[in-house]
Structure formats: C-alpha cells, structure tokens
C-alpha cells in the first residue's frame, strides 16, 4: 500500500487538519502517516487557540516517518511561522521529496490567522519551489498574487503569478467564481491550463474541503496517476465529499470522507 505523510496542524473537531488528511489518505487507497505542526481548538464554527509544536519535535517526527516508511507522497497544510515554514522545507528538500502537495493555509473560515503574515514570503521563497503542485483557494491566490480575484480571466493570471514563486503547478480552487457556473478550478502547469468543473452544491457543510481536496491529489500522486489525471479523481472525490457532507455542529459541517460506504449501505 502506497504511504502518504500529511505535514500539517491538528483540528479538535476533526473535520479538517491532519483528522482531515488521514481519513482522505486512507478513503483514497493509501496508508497516512502524520507530522504535527500545531495544534488548535476549534470546531464547526471557529477556531480559538492555536499552539506551535517545538521545532525539534517537528523534525523527529519528520525523521520518524522518513527513516521507516516509503514516503510516496507529501502534502503540507498549516504551518504557522516562519520558522516551521524553512524548517519543513530544509527537511523536504533534503529528502528530494517529489510527489509535494503544498496547500498554502492561511486563514480559517472564522477568519483566525493560521498562517503569520511575516511566514508568506518564507513560503513562496523556501516551499513552493519543492512543490509539485499548489493548491490556493481564490482568497488565499488573492494574497499570494497581490490581485483581486472576480473571474476565471483574473483566475489565470493569479496562476500564473503563484507559478512564477517555483512549484511545478498551480491549482486555483475557485469554488463559486462570479460569473462562472457551478464549482471550477483552474490548473496551470506552466504550458496548458485545465479547468476542472463541477456542480455547485448548495451546503453550509464544507468546512475541510481545502484540506481534503489537497490530500486526495496527494493520494492520486502516490498511486503514479499523473498530474492532471489525479486532480480530476480528486475533484469527482471533494465533490461527493460534499455532497454527502454531514450535518453535525452548530456551524459549517465536515465533508463526509467515506461518503462511497454511505452510499452502498
């Protein structure tokens, strides 16, 4: 079985974070494994404290996975400062990590910062030149490209102003983008754009899509799809995540991860 290490922080509520990863990891066919970077409180409506692991703990555990696993896969998600930020990079660039899934988390839905803002130039200059594909939200693409964001045009040219930071590709999560129908994400992998389309499915329920979305791709990767072929299994994936997503909690709900066994039952 196909191992896959999510490098990201904790979500008590389970619906996004590293909870969020390894039950992606595991509905997608492959075994996941976890680095801890932060731990948070928070639930379907809000996150309220947050806490960074010591760097040397982050290394050991970095070490831990790399010394006894085959490593197919890597995504990251909340790393916090800067000092997680260039230390998680020294440690994936040491390794020749190649299959890396870098989901640039910046802020919750209820708005708590989950990135520092002094951590973003680490980002771009030290991570995303691992990364064979990063996966921005249209709020977080806005920040990294310093543009607004209001059309699949202004899409494009925020893809191609994150591909110029280093990573491989780039995969603009639009969601409801004004004037475009249903739910679409744009890849540029610096020759060809896709676009990746899906209907709009009317739910409060999405808290962790972003999450699930980025470690799905990474699954898809690990099990030697091609690029273009695993963000396509990842999007019909996110989608009846979605669909299916489960009411629970006063706020915005969790994807559901194992919709498919739902469904036959």
Known sequence: MKQVLTIAGSDSGGGAGIQADLKTFHANGTF????????????????????????????????????????????????SSS????????????????????DPVMISKSGFA???PDAIQNVKERLFPLAALVTPNIHEAQLLADMEIGSLNDAKDAARKIYDFGPRAVL???????????????????QEETLFEAEWIDTKNTHGTGCTYSAAIAAQLALGNVLKESVGKAKVYIT?????????????GPTNHFYFLKKDA
């Open 172 to 190: 603009v999560k639009g969601g409801h983008l004004k004037g475009h129908p249903g739910a679409a994400d744009l890849l540029f992998d610096g």
């Open 240 to 252: 009846e995540a979605i669909r299916y997503s489960l009411s629970i909690g006063r706020g915005h």
């Open 114 to 116: 989950l990135l520092k």
């Open 83 to 102: 000092d997680i930020v260039k230390t998680v990079s020294e440690q994936l660039a040491a390794r020749q990590v190649d299959n890396l899934v870098v």
């Open 32 to 79: 996941g494994m976890s680095v801890l970077t932060s731990i948070t409180a928070q639930n379907t409506r809000e996150v309220t404290q947050a806490f960074d692991l010591p760097l040397e703990l982050i290394v050991a555990q970095i070490d831990a996975v790399f010394d006894d696993f085959e490593v197919a896969a890597v995504k990251t998600g909340m790393l």
